[in-house]
């Protein structure tokens, strides 16, 4: 597979990221980056040279800030750094958010703030372009002084320890280096904190979820539109002339979007017999659309933080000052990422109460579109299933931003905890998937029992789907007409990257 080449730089779009995560890109070295990171590095061995001392290079890390290190032990003092801070725990996470974290890592190192060697650099890009990609535990950050568990463990294989995978493959860091062709790295003054500090692991998981938010808010979209021709729902509150008198742009993209899904579906007309539609299909723009606009922040945060420098001390090679500061810190994260998930929670929940409502036996439906209500329970218990969904997700849409505690004797006494907003994130967005392959369930059999037209577009979708699931009269285990549905609507490729946007 040809892959594309990114350059260091340039500015990259989400779909650039995208590239990388699922391992379609990979990072050029540039001479300029080479250069930059090269001054810094000698900027940083002068001020060692010259007997200061500085944080993380030269003295111990966190409380043990004080005690100072002899010139002979820096090598040591960054190798015990890795292996004492490796100290994750639970299940991995997948490779898509790994090559994230190799690449932005990457590219913050290539700043030349960090005063890495330039040898150093190319090794770690190096496991990217190789796809090597270090077993990473999903605990042990709590998003401040960096994500310092998950960084340490992709930074023991750099060093020919640890684990990675290749392929579907478990190597020791030592086999999979040498399978590559490739040498450990030996660290040296500063490398191993400049390669542990920083944000990371929260940074990963935040642009992967902007890239699936980004899918997911078009094809929810796609569903609540098939919903609402299968509950013969009216086209007035999508009208644009309503949106332009209340400016909020996610409101207004939305309703855009609905009225292109069904502008050729003869039933999506202004008024009809019922007069009005339930909040959950009438306030399809003003719901899915505050959960764009989220995003759209949720996004911008993200980009703005892949071209940052968040390790700590900083090193500035005009005039050698190494600065200790904290923008390791994932505060900006943490926000963001609660705000997103509880963003994602509002697609599901509203996504559940159109189900519902699918299922009561009203506008010509059958009670829970049984074929033979009483004989046949149709998709009752699938509504339930959805709103345990829903209870969970609420669960997990607790803020982790407002949670603090106290680490490394005090020292690091307020923290972030956006790695668990972070990874509860990705946990609620999968539910998601999971509650809008419930709704599209629910959508089909509603509209295939009006015998209406939802539009070529909902139709041509509709006729696919049942190539893969064809429709029975019967009662079906639903359990797995859920995991093809999922499958099938995960699987939907949106090719034009412009239709890939949170807003107008």
């Not at 998709?379 to 969904?389: F, G, K």
């Not at 979708?461 to 029975?472: G, H, I, K, N, T």
């Amino acid at each position: 597979m040809k892959r594309i080449q990114l350059s260091l730089n340039s500015t990259w779009s989400l779909q650039d990221w995208k590239a990388l995560a699922l391992g379609k890109a990979s990072i050029t070295l540039d001479p300029q980056s080479q250069a930059r990171v090269e001054a810094n590095r000698r900027a940083l061995l002068a001020r060692v040279a010259n007997g200061d001392v500085l944080y993380g290079v030269n003295t111990g890390f966190g409380s043990l800030c004080t005690t100072v290190i002899p010139s002979n032990a820096l090598g040591a003092l960054q190798t015990n750094l890795i292996r004492s801070h490796a100290a994750g725990t639970g299940s991995e996470i997948g490779p898509e958010l790994v090559r994230l974290m190799l690449a932005t890592k990457v590219r913050a190192l290539s700043k030349g703030f960090s005063g890495i060697e330039g040898s150093t650099l190319a090794a770690l890009n190096a496991l990217l372009t190789e796809d090597i990609l270090p077993c990473i535990p999903s605990m042990g950050s709590l998003g401040a002084s960096g994500d310092l568990a998950p960084l340490s463990h992709m930074t023991l294989v750099l060093m020919g320890e640890g684990e990675a995978m290749l392929g579907n493959a478990r190597y020791s860091g030592a086999d999979a280096l040498k399978k590559k062709g490739l040498n450990a790295v030996t660290l040296g003054a500063k490398e191993g904190l400049a390669l542990i500090n920083g944000t990371q692991f929260m940074l990963a998981h935040g642009l992967w979820a902007c890239i699936e938010a980004q899918r997911l808010s078009y094809i929810m979209d796609l569903v609540a539109s098939a919903s609402l021709m299968g509950y013969d729902g009216c086209s007035a509150p999508f009208d644009a002339r309503i949106h332009a008198v209340r400016p909020q742009l996610g409101q207004s993209f939305v309703a855009s979007r609905i009225r292109e899904f069904l502008q050729d579906a003869p039933a999506f007309v202004p008024t009809n017999k019922h007069v009005q539609d339930p909040y959950s299909f009438r306030c399809i723009p003003q719901v899915h659309g505050a959960s764009n606009d989220v995003w759209a922040h949720v996004l911008k945060v993200m980009l703005a933080e892949a071209e940052a420098v968040t390790d700590n001390p900083t090193v500035f090679t005009d005039g050698g000052e190494v600065i200790s500061a904290g923008n390791f810190h994932g505060q900006p994260l943490a926000l963001a990422l609660d705000y997103g998930k509880m963003a994602l929670c509002e697609w599901g929940s509203i996504s559940e109460r159109r189900i519902n409502q699918m299922t009561l036996g009203k506008r010509g439906l059958t009670a829970f579109l049984a074929h033979d209500p009483g004989t046949q329970s149709g998709i009752m218990i699938l509504q339930y299933s959805a709103a345990a969904i829903v209870s969970r997700n609420k669960v997990l849409s607790h803020p982790s931003s407002t949670d603090s505690m106290d680490s490394s004797a005090g020292q690091e006494d307020h923290v972030s905890m956006g790695s668990l907003a972070a990874v509860h994130t990705l946990e609620v967005l999968g539910r998601i998937w999971t509650l809008t392959a419930m709704e599209w369930m629910a959508a089909v059999r509603a509209i295939e029992q009006q015998g209406v037209s939802a539009g070529s577009i909902v139709d041509s979708l509709l006729a696919e789907y049942r190539q893969m699931v064809p429709s029975s009269k019967e009662d079906v285990i639903i359990a797995d007409e859920i995991r093809l549905a999922q499958a099938f609507i995960e699987g939907l490729e949106v090719e034009d990257p412009e239709l890939l946007r949170f807003s107008i």
